[in-house]
């Protein structure tokens, strides 16, 4: 049995849209006031991280990750930091990911082949089978290579983005009303400047992984890929 997905326009509601709303509209004194719509706003994330754990019952670095940022953001908030801590925050946690990614192309096991180059979704002994026949192995090998440093990158650009919109958007004090109204305009300007480019560089990456494929092996697209 396949393991259900969380469902992305969910995760879109419930990360990005809901809690920026929240914090550009209720943070004024008239409504929530400050402290109240960020510890609501930052509640919405992260009781939505805790209900896919508990369901899925699944560690997943990734969302760990996600968690700590969550907290992080609240307590920089909360604790009336300096929004330069936000930047570095913001930054930090994709730089983290993008250097296991990195790192990952050193061991047996890089992070992008477990993504693609794997049994669920691709008939690999078949592929396996004509890479061999076509003398292509080695070549396809650096191909991974290749892509595992790509995939990485999308990482270090989302790490510089991120960086880059905190310190242009978010200039307040943090713990102020106009501090969360900014928190709240940098976390939707996110997903369009950040987020979507960041998933069309890695289909890019499938892409290119996928046509080295069909290129090496000169099988189609049906016995590539496991058929539903």
Not at 65 to 76: A, Q
Not at 150 to 160: E, I, N, P, R
Request: net charge neutral; glycine share 6%.
């Amino acid at each position: 049995m396949t393991e259900k997905k969380s469902n992305p326009l969910t995760d879109l509601i419930f990360n990005v849209i809901v809690p920026s709303v929240v914090l550009m509209k209720l943070s004024g004194q008239d409504y929530l006031g400050p402290v109240n719509a960020l510890v609501l706003a930052l509640a919405f994330p992260v009781v939505l991280g805790g209900y896919e754990l508990l369901k899925h019952k699944k560690f997943n670095f990734i969302s760990l990750l996600g968690f700590i940022s969550v907290l992080l953001t609240g307590g920089i908030g909360l604790l009336e930091l300096d929004t330069q801590w936000l930047a570095i925050k913001e930054a930090l946690i994709p730089g983290l990911i993008g250097l296991v990614v990195f790192g990952s192309t050193f061991t047996r096991y890089p992070i992008v082949t477990k993504m693609i180059f794997n049994d669920t979704v691709l008939n690999l002994d078949l592929i396996k089978e004509h890479l061999n026949k076509h003398d292509k192995q080695a070549e396809f090998n650096k191909c991974l290579t290749q892509s595992n440093y790509l995939f990485a990158s999308t990482f270090a650009f989302s790490a510089v983005m991120n960086y880059v919109l905190a310190t242009t958007i978010v200039t307040s004090p943090a713990g102020s009303e106009a501090f969360n109204e900014e928190l709240g305009e940098m976390t939707l300007l996110s997903y369009p400047m950040i987020a979507i480019p960041s998933m069309l560089m890695m289909f890019g990456i499938f892409y290119y992984v996928w046509r080295s494929i069909r290129r090496m092996t000169h099988l189609e697209a049906n016995q590539i890929f496991k058929m539903q």
